[in-house]
């Protein structure tokens, strides 16, 4: 594994990053594998931090925070001081960095202990940050089959035979975004849509569904 490694030394840095789309399934994608480090450092849980990088006061509010926390002065620089004098593993999960004009090197600690985790849109923050060929993975839209039994599942729904057409086509409205298909899917089931040849009904009334609902999907 990129940080778990056999091959990994206990003193190299390295920073991984998910890229993808807003809603590609990033930060959920983070967060378990975060279950795992916190895990793994059950005993040491002051050494596993978040950050929210939306916006540089955001990311510098949440290292000064982390000073803050840990006994001094309230601002990021006193963090990040703190941070790079840790001679144990340490993880720095920065989350939502897509402000291409912020240089996220500047917010990484002096320390050959941490390990990074980045999720950005950014297509080329691999090429900034990564440490390494396989520093990064991209998150596509899901394929039709993919984002087909998400819907479904998600919606609690069963398509019968001859109204595959119309899932097909709400999925390519989607343009198979992860999370516009479980929006989707959320409100099909609470709406109770069902499915039919050449568009959608709500219980006995024939209806389409919404194009304000599709537009909403995608913002």
Known sequence: MF????????DQSRVFLLIG???CGKTQLARKFMETVYLRFNSSLTLVF???ATTTETLQAGFASIARTNGFDNSHDAAL???????????LYIDNADDHTMNLRNYFPKS???????TTRLRDAKQKYGTGRDSAIHLDPLGGGEAKELLLLTADLEVAVGQEESVCELLQELHYHPLAVVQAGAAIFKIQWTAHTGGWSVGEKASDIPPAFVRNLHT
Do not use: C, H, K
């Open 3 to 10: 940080f778990f490694g056999e091959s990994i030394r206990v």
């Open 81 to 91: 001081a703190w941070m790079s004098t840790l001679d144990q593993p340490f993880f």
């Open 21 to 23: 789309m807003g809603g």
């Open 50 to 52: 978040y950050i929210d």
């Open 112 to 118: 050959n202990y941490a390990r990074i985790l980045i």
